[in-house]
């Protein structure tokens, strides 16, 4: 289970013991030891080489543990809510009549909201989003492994649904949708541009070769450094990367709305990924639609463009944010049942014993618990999600917003209906010192607290996705904030 109480975690070792003086390394049912502490807790030389040889064979020779390191590395650049893995393509389904028709009921379910139904990025929650949803019907996709000005093909459209984009409303859809599912949508949403089908036959698609990465190097970084000052990439990302140029605030994207340079010191918010070959693949096509033009005429050598890859990379500081455990709230309480409190809540409460991770995504929550998404449940109103927990128990709600909406200061928030107003209080105050706090892309938001009330309470978005309904209007439609965003937190006995 998911330990949201554990800060971060440190760098994995291999299975070392010690015992006396003696360290032992465990491998395959054995322990082999050696010696290495005199009286005088100094290491002899011999002695040292015995502990090194003893680490190598962990390294080496310990299932998992060598790969464990690398796995280690790459997810520091991952954001949890799209901590998914890699892409399965499984068997691509045929376009056939019947899946672009399943495909168009599976896009009318749930991605016409943002995208719109005849996807010009205009669906009814798009006004509230930033960065706003693609249009479609434009041809304009923001990702794609072809060169500008080429469509993106059918597996650029699968790993954009697969994987969806960090630090906007365009969650990732792997573990929510099955892989043929998510076939059909590609096939449906090619529909959405009439002329598809013509312009591909006319200039087929050729995807952009990648070769093998270059190792980074502090030469290697240098060299991408000077191009980074050459091509005046910091007139929008800034001179340190952090998206603070002097252009950076004039930006607009080709339908006129305000848009901001990536801030390349967080890569785990880069939309395309944050892989050296999701770097590379952006620098030769470019992201259409916005002011990011493909570098390929400019840096027409492989090493070139791995240079500043590289050095974009290098840029990184500090770790993906991780929940801020809410303590004491002053803020306005505005629940059905006035100052309704748990018993203890935050660090008080104790350590948790269930962990669920609320993801508020593309206008509607997921929940996560395990590792897994819940499913739906039927016959539960609005978004049909269902978090079960036993009288007594510890509980800790971690809530993550995809993107930051409207900004300060609204935001997220997190809410049970009259279970706890105290820490579930509608959250109008954006910062610590008055309430919770709305939650942010950069600030999301944990909520421990002791399960002491049995019954069923509804849980939803508040803050910006609230509606602001009074209590009688929330009885009459029995609708609690955002429609999609919702459900029931179930506590038993």
């Known amino acids: 289970m998911h330990d949201a109480e554990d800060k971060e975690k440190g760098p994995i070792r291999p299975p070392l013991a010690v015992k006396g003086g003696e360290i032992g390394v465990h491998l395959d049912g054995q322990t082999f030891w050696s010696a290495f502490l005199e009286e005088d807790s100094s290491m002899s030389g011999r002695k040292l080489v015995h502990l090194v040889s003893l680490i190598v064979i962990a390294v080496l020779f310990v299932p998992g543990w060598s790969a464990g390191v690398a796995e280690a590395q790459e997810r520091r650049l991952v954001y949890r809510p799209y901590d998914v893995g890699e892409v399965d393509h499984g068997s691509p389904a045929p376009a056939t009549p019947a899946a672009i028709q399943a495909g168009q009921r599976l896009y009318g379910t749930n991605c016409s909201r943002c995208h719109g139904v005849e996807g010009k990025g205009d669906g009814p929650t798009a006004y509230l989003m930033n960065p706003k949803p693609r249009n479609f019907a434009q041809r304009l996709y923001k990702l794609h492994s072809t060169p500008s000005g080429q469509l993106p093909t059918d597996a650029d459209l699968y790993r954009t649904i697969t994987l969806g984009m960090p630090g906007s409303g365009m969650p990732p859809w792997k573990g929510k949708l099955s892989q043929e599912e998510r076939w059909q949508l590609v096939h449906y949403i090619k529909t959405l541009y009439p002329k598809w089908a013509e312009e591909v036959k006319r200039e087929p698609l050729t995807p952009i070769g990648i070769p093998k990465p270059m190792p980074t190097s502090a030469a290697s970084i240098q060299k991408g450094k000077e191009f980074y000052a050459s091509l005046e990439c910091a007139k929008c990302h800034g001179k340190t990367g952090k998206g603070d140029g002097p252009s950076a605030n004039e930006l607009k994207d080709d339908w006129g709305d305000k848009i901001l340079p990536t801030d390349l010191t967080k890569p785990w918010f880069f939309r395309a990924g944050s892989k050296p070959e999701d770097i590379y693949r952006v620098l030769v096509a470019g992201v259409p639609g916005s002011p990011m033009p493909s570098w390929a005429d400019l840096l027409p050598q492989n090493s070139d463009l791995w240079h500043v890859a590289n050095y974009v990379l290098s840029l990184a500081e500090g770790q993906p944010p991780t929940p801020v455990l809410i303590e004491t709230l002053k803020g306005p309480t505005?629940?059905?049942?006035?100052?309704?409190?748990?018993?203890?809540?935050?660090?008080?409460?104790?350590?948790?014993?269930?962990?669920?991770?609320?993801?508020?995504?593309?206008?509607?929550?997921?929940?996560?618990?395990d590792g897994a998404y819940l499913p739906r449940v039927n016959g539960l109103a609005q978004a049909g999600h269902e978090m079960q927990v036993k009288k007594g128990q510890v509980v800790q709600i971690n809530f993550w917003p995809t993107e930051n909406g409207l900004g300060a200061p609204y935001g997220h928030g997190f809410s049970i209906e009259g279970y706890d107003d105290r820490l579930f209080g509608l959250q109008t105050a954006a910062g610590p010192g008055g309430g919770s706090g709305a939650a942010y892309l950069e600030r999301p938001l944990a909520y421990r607290f002791i399960a002491d009330r049995d019954g069923e309470f509804p849980f939803y978005c508040s803050v910006q996705c609230d509606p602001g309904q009074s209590d009688e209007i929330k009885k009459l439609t029995g609708l609690w904030g955002h429609v999609y965003m919702g459900g029931t937190f179930l506590v038993k006995q």
């Open 334 to 369: 505005l629940g059905v049942k006035a100052f309704e409190s748990a018993a203890k809540t935050g660090s008080a409460a104790g350590k948790p014993e269930v962990v669920f991770d609320v993801v508020a995504s593309g206008w509607e929550m997921w929940i996560m618990k």
